[in-house]
């Protein structure tokens, strides 16, 4: 298939390439990855082999309550309170995401492109059908492990992940965007890989095309991230979406792409590890807040932000109905919502 690459990625996107395909396709890797039939008939005869149906049963069932306890009501609670954003197609910038389009997508479901990014590698999916049966069962029961913690909580451990990659030949974060992008009922159009970044392109459950991009970048200041900021400015303002971000944007160490954040965004969506309220000029943007906000975990309680603290405290916020930072409780959700004026 030829593939021509948009001239605003060439310089990120120079050394990517069309993944080399004969079959399966990159969507039936997608659906058998994420645990789901396949049409691909050498890999359908691989969903009835005792590893596979081990791998759909377990994913399923941790999906399914995943599905119940958050992602449902996130979906339901966008639509009623960003609406504005739903039918645009705009950019959703979600730095240090990680691999997590689950909630992007969730949150903002017709946006295109995604863009996200982290530390975590790219990664490969290689053809399931020439792996041995014993490596592929037990790269499927790593890439469960991989997910655990994200199904279980909501978010990603970073150094977990690290661990994690490290094994088998299914690795990396294009694995886990298959398995999410896959759950969330979109279909894989095409994907171009290069050992920095991909680009999938997709089908959403609407039928709208998109694409989602993710990188693998520092965003601390002087890493030489030019490249990826340039590929962001060109794709012009968007909604940003921050969450268990680490409080990483509250040093000096982040201040570019805080500032970037705040100079491109029509609508910020956050927990307290994101951008702290003290750097929102008052005078630009309006606040609404969601949950509660009593303190960080420990992990985290040096970043204590009395100021927001206040701001709920004469907010009278409503729960979201789901958890929302680094906290698992439904009850200590942050989630801040903020636009300019």
Avoid at 206 to 225: C, E, I
Wanted: proline share 6%; aromatic share 12%.
């Amino acid at each position: 298939m030829k593939l021509l690459v948009p001239l605003a990625i060439f310089t990120l996107l120079l050394t990517a390439a069309p993944l080399a395909r004969s079959a399966p396709s990159f969507d039936d890797d997608a659906k058998f990855l994420a645990g789901l039939p396949v049409h691909d008939s050498a890999l359908a005869a691989l969903t009835h082999t005792p590893g596979w149906e081990q791998h759909s049963n377990l994913l399923g069932a941790k999906w399914d309550q995943m599905e119940r306890r958050q992602i449902g009501t996130v979906r339901a609670w966008a639509a009623a309170n960003l609406a504005q954003y739903h039918g645009t197609g705009g950019t959703v910038y979600y730095m240090f995401s990680g691999p997590d389009f689950l909630y992007a997508q969730a949150f903002f479901p017709n946006a295109s492109p995604y863009i996200l990014c982290g530390t975590e590698p790219v990664g490969a999916v290689p053809d399931p059908t020439q792996m041995p049966g014993l490596a592929l069962s037990a790269d499927l029961a790593n890439l469960r492990h991989s997910m655990e913690t994200m199904l279980t909580t909501h978010y990603f451990i970073t150094k977990d992940m690290r661990v994690d990659f490290q094994h088998g030949q299914i690795g990396g974060t294009l694995p886990i965007l298959y398995v999410f992008l896959a759950r969330s009922g979109c279909t894989i159009r095409n994907v171009v890989a290069s050992p920095s970044n991909v680009q999938i392109d997709f089908t959403g459950p609407s039928g709208r095309k998109q694409t989602l991009f993710y990188f693998k970048v520092d965003l601390s200041n002087g890493a030489g991230n030019g490249a990826f900021f340039n590929f962001c400015h060109r794709n012009g303002p968007g909604v940003s979406l921050l969450k268990s971000a680490s409080y990483l944007l509250q040093g000096e160490g982040f201040s570019t792409v805080r500032n970037f954040i705040l100079s491109h965004s029509r609508l910020i969506l956050e927990d307290d590890s994101g951008i702290p309220l003290r750097d929102f000029d008052p005078k630009r943007w309006t606040f609404r807040y969601y949950g509660s906000y009593v303190a960080p975990i420990d992990l985290f309680r040096n970043y204590y932000q009395p100021g927001l603290a206040a701001a709920y405290a004469h907010s009278n916020a409503a729960s979201p109905g789901f958890s929302f930072g680094y906290a698992w409780q439904k009850d200590r959700a942050v989630l801040i919502l903020a636009t300019p004026h």
